[in-house]
């Protein structure tokens, strides 16, 4: 099997992106569960054109499932977002300092795009790994929205599997906005990456 693993570069307010690390180091783990697994790692710049440029290059390569990850700076918790927003904010700049025009993406489109995981088995993945997280239905109106759209939209009958997870500030990736509040660790994040991953291949085996 072959898997895309997929993060994003630093952005306006967040010089440190976190996900472009941890799919750098999920393509290197080593456990029986990923045993004939393919896993490729992809660091998007986070603008829109690089999203247009990259996703279908990695369609190319016949993944079966394409896992990508991005930064919620305000996050506490890991994320599995079930839709895409057929929106895009026309306020907040990419990483080239490019604003989108209209504030949707497929103009005449739904309004949303549902992911076809499975979404509670993921949750329950995640939460075995002692990682908090939840689902969402707001993937927001960024870059990460955009490419889980486009992502869904490329994907043909389920094929490959398409999944969006949002990560918090994990280690040194950026300071706490609450500093009471204790902040998840990278180990933590990926653990609980991993735990998403074995559970999206047991998934798309069946």
């Known amino acids: 099997m072959r898997v895309v693993l997929a993060g994003f570069g630093p952005f306006p307010g967040a010089p440190f992106n976190p996900s472009a690390v941890l ?5 290197r783990r080593r456990r029986p569960a990923l045993a004939g697994v393919t896993l490729n790692a992809h660091v998007f710049a986070t603008t829109y054109a690089a999203v247009d440029q990259d996703l279908p290059k990695l369609f190319a390569q016949k993944p079966d499932i394409v896992l990508m990850f991005g930064l919620a700076v305000r996050s506490r918790q890991m ?10 904010s026309v306020l907040r700049p990419d990483a080239s300092r490019y ?7 497929s ?7 549902r992911g076809r995981a499975p979404f509670a088995r993921l949750l329950a993945a995640l939460r075995q790994g002692a990682a908090p997280g939840r689902l ?19 994907s043909r009958g389920g094929r490959p599997l398409v999944q969006f997870v949002h990560i918090p500030p994990a280690g040194t990736a950026a300071p706490p906005r609450r500093p009471k509040r204790r902040q998840m660790s990278f180990a933590a994040v990926t653990r609980g990456a991993e735990n998403l991953l074995i559970a999206l291949l047991a998934a798309s085996r069946r």
Not at 79 to 88: D, K, L
Not at 99 to 105: E, K, M, S, T
Not at 107 to 113: D, Q, V, W, Y
Not at 141 to 147: D, E, K, L, M, S
């Open 23 to 27: 799919v750098e180091a999920l393509s």
């Open 79 to 88: 994320r599995i977002e079930t839709r895409a927003r057929n929106a895009v």
């Open 99 to 105: 604003r989108p025009i209209r504030n949707v993406i």
């Open 107 to 113: 103009p005449g489109g739904p309004p949303a795009l």
């Open 136 to 154: 969402s239905r707001d993937a927001g109106r960024y870059v990460c929205n955009y490419a889980y759209w486009r992502a869904l939209r490329a």
